[in-house]
């Protein structure tokens, strides 16, 4: 039996892509301001722009779609859909929603008012939400966490000494809730230990303050937990997901990522007076409860999605699949986060291009080259990406780190695919004095200034 296993899938339709020229790149980039988000897909060869809904479905996905019940109230699929995440989380109150964010934008309505929520790290709109209710983000991400080359198992962890002084200090009336960010996307897909889920429960509950999961991405979570946390080895995943999950007063969810769908997500929570608030909240801004703006079938190929993403088949795949790039990348001494995370290969910019000063944003200049050299298309997480600024001195605050990330959609691209990436960013590395840094010429001033600001070189 050969020891490198291939795709477990085979490809039944095929999209074709179509790498450009070097002219036609550069005239998209000067006509779209160097913004990554400025780019038609279809001038991208290969897209590792986000993960987030850029999944391919299975067959089994597919033909759930056929039978889609588009009844206003109480279509067959929202109970197949409930269903499956009450038994998945075990959380009491299902409230599904079109994507991850409007979650966040319903619980955060209900409890942040002006008050503190605590991240590990809080994604970008995350932190966008928590903003506009108000309150004030704050991240607590373990050292090793904010350290690009430590090879810790679980850098995703969140501080519990950090926590327990917040929480003993400043108590429920000045935090509205916490966190865990399970994978941590903004520090690098790394993982959460269940130690470290039980003990931040375990402190949460201490002084009342309800615990969250931001679930976009559990199922590799919990398989990183089967991989190097001691006693999970033989357990199965879906008896890890439920572990971690009992230790959670309620999460939000984009089922683009590990729900394995292009729409969807939901918030579960387990506290009856707050899932009622919210989903008259829900009906006033998406749709009723058993549809939240999304179509009967979008529920059903959800529900068959969080049922196939819990294979460890799947899993080992995905897993395998972004460290596979990462290793390539690593003997080649391309500067990156390590260890790999689950859902994406993070240049570390801070090494890859030391010459070019922070507040000129080197992961964008090495985005946009990229992208200019070989059609890929990534996105910075740095200090372009971060803006949030200090409440009393009004100060920007920087990134903890300068990253780009890499992100692999699920099931699209093949291991060629990432041999190509892989060769393209060594080829870059190698020309990385030619880089140059940027600077913002428009739209500058926002939480969500990386969607939509303009950039020059300088
Ligand atoms: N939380 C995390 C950790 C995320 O990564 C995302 C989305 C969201 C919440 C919001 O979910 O997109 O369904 O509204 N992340 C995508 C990304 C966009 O590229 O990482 P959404």
Redesign the pocket.
Known sequence: MPRHLPEPFRIKSVEPIRLTTAAERQAIMEAGGNNMFNVPADKVYIDL?????TGAMSDNQWAGLQIGDESYAGCRNWFHFEKTVRDLTGLKHIIP????????NLLFGAVVHDKIVINN??????RANVLAHGGEPLDMVIDEGRDPSSLYPFKGNINLARLQKALSEKGPDKIALVML??????GGGQPVSMENIRSAHKITAQYGIPLFF?A??FAENAYFIKLREPGYADQPVRDIVREMFSYADGC??????DGLVN???FLALNDSALAERVKVELIRKEGFFTYGGLAGRDLEAIARGLHEVLNDDYLAYRIGQVKFLGDLLFENDVPLLLPPGG??IYLDATRFAPHIPVDQFPGQSIAVNLYLQSGIRS?EIGSFMFYQRDKETGRLLKSSMELV?L?IPRRVYTESHLRYVAESVIELYQKRDELRGLRIVANGESPLRHFIARLEFV
């Open positions: 722009l986000t993960d987030s809904g929603t079109h994507q991850g964010r409007v979650a966040e790290n809080h994604f970008d709109t995350t960010t399970l994978t941590n996307n903004s931001d976009c991405r939000t969810m984009s089922a683009k990522k729409i969807g997500g859902h994406a996105t990330r992100a």
